[in-house]
């Protein structure tokens, strides 16, 4: 029987590539692309029909660490005969073959550290010469040295795959044993590394072995499980009934607690009522007294108002006095002139060189020195009584003047003890300073920690406190803020430091808050 031998290198050096198969064989040798080998190296014996021609191929598969010219893992190579016959001497030929490999393949397409298989080639037409060399030496080898008893027709063989493949170790592989295998499945698969039959057989004793052990320990552990779950059962009775008895003493702690604080919330609550009521009857008086106060204050610049208005009527009545008194002035000195004008022409009335009678002339005396004297009376008891006057008026207002001085005494210090009271109604900065604190959220929760380079939301907590127009204070943070809320991010030369943030509202410090910044 004439040999039809052709050789089929094939594998993934950048992606699948093949040498010498065209058509129906190319389609065959794709299927070795994708499938994990069991084996580092393995001899694939498969019996296949294409076309209504049966051959045999015998594939050598290294398949395992094996990665493409580019270092991808994942690769494979392998050397195919196809032999239009079956070759019994199935141990030889996987010698051939992986000959071949080792004395021709590596190093030519490929590099083989033991441990690694690397292409050397990106596809194999770029080596296709020395390709066909080898396939002239394997050949040659198997036409030289094999015998005619080696080759059997395929005539009766499978023509399709049936079942799994066998997996034979190549030192048992015999030719009888072969070609039963073959002829049974239409493949086999052969390799050093597969288990011999009597280590095969080694390994069932063992699995059966183990297989009762495990079974043993299956039962044992169901028993186990049934042991444990039993005592768990009663041990979460008893859990449970421990967990009953104390619930009942934390409820009955926590009705007595109950209890306690509503006594302690209504005795707190009445102690506040009664404080608040004294607040209350002390504001009361407080403000009664400061009503009367105010009222009194009223009184006393109503009064202010009427000896002022008073001490602008009698200045008037002065100073029309005083024009009263200055016309008595020019009176008195006009009559003093027509006195001393009478007395002067007294002597020149009569003609010169007449010489009146001595009785007459004495009479005219007598008369003009009594109406000059009593001209004189007449201005100066006018005088007395405008100088009386004078001095009783200045009197009175300098009494004026000094009761007006006492009432503006008095009525600045009514003005001073009424703004002591209205400061006393006013609430103490300390208290204030209790009644608001600062907060600081990061993602909707508290923190009384910040990190360097992050935003937090800042704002001003109590009653009122939405109303304030204050600021916020920090030397170690930047701040940006309007009234009660605003934003803060910590300097990055505070790290580490606790530092200070203030709110201050009309010079009063309503609160504060220590901050840590946290270290990159």
């Known amino acids: 029987m004439g040999l039809n031998i052709s050789l089929f290198v094939h594998g993934v050096p950048m992606g699948q590539k093949m040498w010498g198969p065209k058509g129906d064989d190319q389609r065959y040798l794709s299927s070795f692309y994708g499938p994990k080998w069991e084996s580092p190296e393995v001899m694939k014996v498969e019996v296949m029909t294409f076309g209504g021609v049966t051959n045999c191929y015998y594939s050598f598969v290294k398949g395992q660490n094996v990665c493409d010219s580019q270092g991808r893992a994942g690769s494979y190579f392998a050397l195919t005969l196809r032999i239009n016959a079956f070759y019994v001497d199935v141990q030889n030929m996987y010698n051939i073959l992986k000959a071949a490999y080792e004395k021709m393949c590596v190093g030519l397409c490929v590099q083989d550290t033991g441990a690694m298989i690397k292409y050397l080639v990106a596809d194999f037409q770029s080596i296709d010469s020395k390709l066909k060399d080898i396939e002239n030496h394997i050949v040659n080898y198997i036409g030289e040295f094999s015998i005619n008893e080696d080759i059997v027709s395929l005539s009766g063989f499978p023509v399709i795959s049936q079942g799994a493949s066998q997996n034979v170790n190549l030192h048992e592989c015999m030719k009888d044993v072969a070609l039963e295998c073959v002829k049974k499945a239409g493949k086999i698969m052969v390799s050093p590394y597969f288990l011999s039959a009597s280590a095969a057989k080694t390994v069932e004793k063992y699995k059966a072995e183990m297989d009762m052990v495990r079974q043993?320990?299956?039962?044992?552990?169901?028993?186990?499980?049934?042991?444990?779950?039993?005592?768990?059962?009663?041990?979460?009775?008893?859990?449970?009934?421990?967990?009953?008895?104390?619930?009942?003493?934390?409820?009955?702690?926590?009705?007595?607690?109950?209890?306690?604080?509503?006594?302690?919330?209504?005795?707190?609550?009445?102690?506040n009522d009664r404080r608040m009521q004294e607040l209350k009857q002390n504001y009361s008086e407080v403000d009664e007294k400061l009503d009367a106060l105010n009222q009194r204050n009223r009184e006393l610049e109503n009064e202010v108002t009427d000896w002022k208005r008073q001490y602008k009527q009698k200045n008037k009545e002065l100073q029309s006095s005083n024009v009263k008194m200055q016309k008595l002035q020019e009176f008195a000195e006009k009559l003093q002139r027509d006195v001393s004008s009478l007395k002067g022409n007294s002597v020149d009335v009569f003609p010169t060189g007449y010489t009146p009678k001595k009785s007459v002339v004495d009479k005219n005396f007598i008369i003009v020195c009594i109406v000059g004297f009593f001209v004189i009376l007449l201005v100066g008891f006018s005088v007395y009584l405008l100088m009386g006057n004078w001095s009783n008026k200045n009197g009175k207002i300098e009494d004026l003047?000094?009761?007006?001085?006492?009432?503006?005494?008095?009525?600045?210090?009514?003005?001073?003890?009424?703004?002591?009271?209205?400061?006393?109604?006013?609430?103490?900065?300390?208290?204030?300073?209790?009644?608001?604190?600062?907060?600081?959220?990061?993602?909707?929760?508290?923190v009384n920690e910040v990190e360097c380079g992050k935003t937090y939301e800042i704002f001003l907590e109590g009653e009122g406190a939405d109303t304030l127009k204050g600021k916020f204070y920090g030397s170690a943070f930047e701040l940006s803020a309007s009234g009660h809320?605003?934003?803060?991010?910590?300097?990055?030369?505070?790290?580490?430091?606790?530092?200070?943030?203030?709110?201050?509202?009309?010079?009063?410090?309503?609160?504060?808050?220590?901050?840590?910044?946290?270290?990159?």
């Open 216 to 271: 043993k320990t299956q039962q044992e552990i169901q028993l186990q499980q049934r042991t444990s779950q039993e005592k768990i059962a009663s041990m979460t009775q008893e859990l449970q009934a421990k967990i009953l008895t104390v619930t009942q003493q934390a409820e009955e702690n926590l009705r007595l607690c109950e209890k306690r604080s509503q006594q302690q919330i209504a005795q707190a609550n009445a102690e």
């Open 485 to 520: 809320l605003g934003h803060l991010m910590s300097k990055r030369k505070n790290a580490g430091n606790t530092c200070t943030i203030s709110y201050v509202y009309n010079g009063n410090t309503l609160a504060t808050k220590s901050v840590k910044i946290k270290k990159d």
């Open 401 to 446: 003047q000094a009761k007006v001085e006492n009432l503006e005494k008095e009525n600045q210090l009514l003005r001073t003890e009424n703004g002591q009271l209205q400061m006393s109604q006013k609430p103490n900065p300390e208290d204030e300073r209790k009644a608001f604190s600062i907060s600081i959220i990061k993602n909707g929760k508290k």
